[in-house]
Structures are given as C-alpha cells and as structure tokens.
C-alpha cells in the first residue's frame, strides 16, 4: 500500500479540475479585496477609522478561525471512510461561499453618519461569514495538495496548472465588477450597482466550483492508508502542542514570514488600484480593466516559463526569492507614474514576477508540511494550512491600518470627491507601490537567511515519510 499511494500519477485532466478550487478562490479573493473596502470609504462613505476596524477585527477572527478549522478537519469522521478526509469539507465551504460576498454589497442601510454602526455591524458580520467560508474550503483544498500529489514533479506540475485556472479567476474577478458597477458622482450614487456585481460574481464562482468537484476527491488508497495511520495513533494531539511543535520548527516560521509580507503586498496594492484610477488618474473605474488585465497577461505569459525554471532549477527556495525580489523591482516606480499606460506596462511586469511567486507557494509549503511530517510522525496537513492561513490573515490588518494611516496623514478627504490635496495623491501612490515593496524585501531578507530546506534536504525528507508509510 505504501508503494501503491506514493507512486500514484494524476492525469492533467484531474489537476484541471483540482485548479478550478483556485478559479474560485482567487476571484473571490481579488474582487473583495479590490472593492471591499474602496466600496464602503468612498461611496457610503463610512468612517476609514471604522472600516480598520472592522477589518481588523474580521482579521483577528480570521487568524484564529483559520487554525481551528484546519485543527478540527484534520481528525477522521464517519463520512471519512466513505467520502475521504477533505472531500465532504471542499463541498460545505466552496457550494455557498460566492453568496457570502454578495452580502458585503447589501447593507441594510446606506446612511454614512446616522447609520454608521449598523454599516459597521454588516460589514464586519458578513466579511466573517465569507472568511468562515473561504477557511473551510481553502485550509481543506490546499491540505489535499499535499496528501495527493507526494512527488516534488507533480506537485510542481499541479501547481502550474492551478495557478493557470486561477488565473481566470482573477481575470474575471478584477475585469467584470468593474464593468457591473458605477462609481458615485458628486451626490449621485449608484449603490444597486455593487449589489449587481456581487450577484453575477456569486453565479460564476459557484459554476467554477461545480467543475471543480471531480478533481477535489481523495484515492481510495490515500483515505485507507489515512484511516489505518489514525487508528495506529494512541492519543490525539492537542491545538496547543501542534500550534507549539509548528512554532518550533524554522522553516515553517521563514515561510510564515514571507508568506505574511507576500500577502500584505498583494492586499494593499490591488485594494489601491480603484483610488489610483479615480482619485489620481481620475479616471472611470472600468479603466482599472486594463491594469488587471495586463498584470494578468504578465501572469499567463511567464507561467509557463517559471513553470519550466522551477523544474530546471529543482530548487524551490532559490525560485521564490528570485520571484519575491523581482516583485519588489517592478513595484517601486509605479510610486511616481501618474500616466495611465506606464501603470499598465508596470503591472505587465508585475504579473511576470507574481507568476514566479503564485508557482511556488504550494510546493514550498508541501515542502515546510513535509519537513513537520518528518519532525512529528503525524501527517497534520490542515492544522499546518490553518496556521498558514492565520500568518496570510496578519496582511488584511496591515493592509486596512495603512490605508486609515496614510490617508489620515496625508489628508484624503471622501467628501473633497476628485478635488483631493496633492499630498492624498501621494499617499495613495505610496500605498499602492512603495509601502507594499517594502513589505516583500523584509519578508525576503526572512526568507533568504533563515529558510534552510535544501534540494537534499526536502529529497530526504520524502524518502523518510515513504518509509514511515505515513
């Protein structure tokens, strides 16, 4: 049996299927962090200082629901034998999330001033609900990747392929609200708009996840050799001592970091892309199409190549820094363009290097789980991906206190409309390019001195968890 699951090979049809749990994931993902918060500062017009802090505290939740989940997923149930141990978890999160983001667009009341709290009690009840959601579809799909493809080829090979169907996924989470919707003008509002947008975006996610149920089923194999480790085991490990025995290992903690830093870029600068189109290029916002859709071509056009790279190389952690830093390259100028094509040719070639870093996430953490594997004896593939996710969760907060910061500083106004100082204008170009650039040298300074799985090292490993069986 242990021969059997280690060597079983997965046709490209069945990766396909796998990635469109990424097709899902990362529309979702870029559309509310896009609109989300550009959606309640400047046309309802709350309070930033409200919106912080109701991002902050979805975060907070956010950060302890995720390894809880992934804890709590991670033991066999009854359906376990019959269904497998991330299966039945994909289906409960991924049929009704795309409804939850449809929520965030219909708040009870659009009232900034009298009605402030109740838009403050919305927005943070149903950013929750999404993220419970997205955490238990999220923690189990990318736990499965680990447990289902076990060779370092095909996990390169799945990752490539996903990250191509999440590609999609970002495509149209980025180009179609933008042309659903429209932005407020002096006091005209167009508040149904958004609640369009977030209707037709919830369609498209849940046909996406339909086609990604074939894929998101465990061999029978994998389940058996799973539920025969667990009736081995003598006792359960507790949250805190897998939380502990995590916090322990370097590896883990490198990744965390870069991961953390690599997510507050991503946040902060995609959520800029509306205020920079409208405050500083003013601009209509169905000009930030273009910006989305060049950074998406950048994506799909080096794919293939860090693909190709990442398997000439065969050293994943050389590939994600190479990635990381040249991210950090092409960000800093688009800090000083105010010329619309220039941003558009800049975020072509921020999506080369995002492609780089989106091909490596999957295998280096496979890699970090793998290692834990080794040091444990367990296979705890969701309480690890929990973790994970509680690390990505920090760059929502990071995201939502630089905007409340900087725009208090600089003196962003929502009720000045286009006539915003100049020093606002810089501050959304710092908050779109220079801040987030900053985030992701840090996290690849982390990364570069204390991440020490080798090629020889995560190779090891892999013989060592065929042996164990596990």
């Given amino acids: ?87 039945p978890w994909i289906l409960l999160g991924g049929l009704p999330w795309g409804f939850t983001y449809m929520l965030i667009f219909t708040p009870p009341t659009y009232d900034p001033v009298g009605g402030a709290w109740i838009l403050f009690a919305w927005l943070l009840f149903t950013t929750c609900l999404f993220d419970t959601f997205h955490s238990i579809l999220f923690v189990n799909f990318q736990s499965l990747f680990v447990d289902k493809y076990r060779s370092v080829q095909e996990r390169r090979s799945a990752s490539g392929i996903y990250i191509m169907i999440g590609v999609i996924g970002v495509a149209i989470g980025s180009i179609v609200p933008p042309i659903l919707f429209k932005t407020s003008v002096g006091t005209t509002h167009y508040y149904s708009s958004f609640a369009f947008q977030g209707l037709i975006v919830a369609i498209i996610t849940f046909v996406g996840f339909a086609l990604a149920i074939p894929g998101s089923r465990e061999d029978r194999v994998t389940i058996d050799l799973y539920l025969v480790s667990q009736n081995e085991e003598r006792e359960r490990t507790s949250f805190f001592k897998s939380l502990w025995e995590a916090l322990r290992q370097r590896p883990f903690i490198a990744f965390m970091a870069f991961y953390l830093l690599y997510q507050s870029l991503v946040e902060t600068m995609q959520a800029s892309v509306q205020y920079t189109v409208k405050y500083s290029l003013k601009m209509p916002s169905s000009a930030s199409t273009l910006i989305f859709a060049a950074f998406l071509v950048g994506v799909l056009i080096s794919t293939p190549f860090w693909t190709r790279y990442s398997q000439k190389v065969k050293n994943n952690k050389k590939v994600m820094l190479i990635a990381g830093f040249l991210l950090a390259a092409v960000t800093i100028p688009i800090t000083f363009y105010r010329i619309y094509f220039l941003i558009v040719f800049e975020m072509l070639l921020w999506g080369i290097a995002m492609g780089g870093f989106w091909i490596m996430i999957f295998p280096v953490s496979a890699d970090v789980i793998d290692n834990a594997i080794v040091a444990t004896k367990r296979r705890e593939e969701g309480v690890y991906t929990g973790f994970q996710q509680f690390f990505g969760r920090v760059g929502i907060i990071i995201q939502a206190l630089t905007f409340a910061i900087v725009h208090d500083i600089t003196g962003f106004n929502v ?56």
């Fill in 415 to 470: 009720i000045l409309g286009l006539a915003q100082p100049e020093s606002a204008i810089w501050g959304i170009h710092f908050h779109q390019a220079l801040i987030p650039a900053i985030f992701i040298i840090i996290g690849g300074l982390v990364f570069w001195k204390w991440y020490k799985l080798t090629p020889e090292k995560v190779q090891a490993n892999q013989e060592k968890i065929k042996e164990m069986g596990i």
């Fill in 1 to 87: 049996m242990e021969k059997d699951v280690l060597d079983i090979k997965h046709s490209k049809l069945d990766m396909v299927s796998y990635g469109f749990n990424s097709f899902s994931r990362e529309l979702l993902r870029i559309a509310f962090t896009t609109f989300g918060f550009f959606f309640y500062e400047t046309e309802l017009g709350l309070n930033v200082w409200l919106i912080a802090l109701a991002y902050t505290i979805f975060a907070i939740y956010n950060m302890i629901n995720d390894p809880i989940i992934g804890y709590f997923t991670n033991r066999p149930f009854k359906f376990t034998k019959k269904w497998g141990r991330r299966f």
